[in-house]
């Protein structure tokens, strides 16, 4: 029963694609955000830390020199393939020509088979998907849309700073120009509920996407969550419950919909809560032994009507 296939793991799937072992890089590509530089908004997202996520990446602007120094690294011995992830803030926020002198910055070693690119939907236009398109020749290209939820009450608390029409447009923009599509969810947002959860799993199924990343919201220091957090107004959700909404959300995605993370993973040191947070392990035994136990499956309960 243990060995039975209940989702579709990002391992298996780098595996089958690349035929080995292909693991990321991630890179700071040094850039801002809409919602951070007074475009969009001024505060940013609620949840989102100082250095808009990959808190873990060494703070270094030459991008090319963050990819030698991870070659130079133990990690880049597990492996002979490799995607390079620009994670912080909106990487897709510049000009074209901007865009293209980092993401050469980062290409630089025949070991990079793929480009992959987090970003904000309101951030995608044409020339950018041109310019991204450009790369599909010589590397796999997949872009991340955050999108957290499908609740646009919830939407405009978190001051996410765009509707889910945005979002729509640029997934159907981006698999115009062949690109693989990724969308951010997040489990355990601000009131939010099981039947939150389920509109954003009918919402993300209806687009064709490729790709999703669910992310349970943690509470790390000097956000506004944490400050709503401090102030009793929010609470994260404990791990069985997690659990709980991590199974509806995977037996009620498409089946064809690869999985690539299950939680999320805060820096130790800016982590204020859930404690739980750190231990990685739970979540991903913890779904293993639920899935097992019940005999459940990526897309048991999907339905496309
Ligand atoms: S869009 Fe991303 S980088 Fe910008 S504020 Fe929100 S979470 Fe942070």
Not at 5 to 26: A, D, P, Q, V, W
Not at 161 to 171: D, H, K, L, Q, S
Not at 211 to 231: C, E, P, Q, R, S
């Amino acid at each position: 029963m243990e060995n039975v296939k209940r989702y579709n793991k990002l391992n298996e799937y780098l595996k089958n694609k690349f035929g080995e072992r292909t693991l990321k890089i991630c890179i700071d590509g040094g850039f801002t955000c809409p919602n951070r530089d007074g475009t969009v908004g001024n505060s940013g997202c609620i949840f989102c830390s100082e250095r808009g996520s990959g808190d873990h990446i060494c703070k270094q602007n030459d991008i090319s020199k963050q990819v030698k120094k991870y070659f130079l690294s133990y990690k880049s011995e597990r492996a002979n393939k490799f995607i390079v992830y620009f994670q912080n803030f909106t990487n897709t926020y510049d000009s074209v020509s901007n865009l293209k002198e980092k993401y050469d910055a980062a290409l630089i070693d025949n070991r990079i088979v793929g480009l992959e690119i987090a970003t904000r939907p309101d951030c995608i236009n044409e020339d950018i998907c041109k310019l991204l398109a450009s790369y599909t020749d010589k590397y796999y290209v997949c872009v991340e849309l955050g999108l957290q939820t499908s609740n646009e009450k919830t939407a405009k608390f978190i001051n996410r700073g765009y509707e889910n029409a945005v979002f729509t447009a640029a997934v159907q923009m981006l698999k115009l120009y062949g690109i693989d599509v990724v969308a951010h969810i997040m489990i355990g947002l601000p009131d939010e509920t099981m039947d939150d959860l389920a509109n954003t799993i009918d919402f993300v199924n209806k687009h064709s996407i490729d790709g999703i990343k669910i992310h349970n919201v943690y509470v790390v220091k000097n956000t506004v969550l944490a400050d709503l957090y401090y102030k009793g107004f929010y609470s994260p959700m404990g791990v069985d419950e997690y659990l709980e909404y991590l199974v509806y959300a995977i037996t009620h995605l498409r089946p064809d919909i690869v999985i690539h993370r299950i939680s999320g993973d805060a820096p130790k040191d800016l982590l204020i809560a859930p404690e739980w947070n750190v231990h990685k392990k739970w979540v991903l035994n913890g779904l293993d032994k639920f899935l097992n136990e019940k005999n459940l499956s990526q897309g048991i309960y999907y339905s496309n009507l």
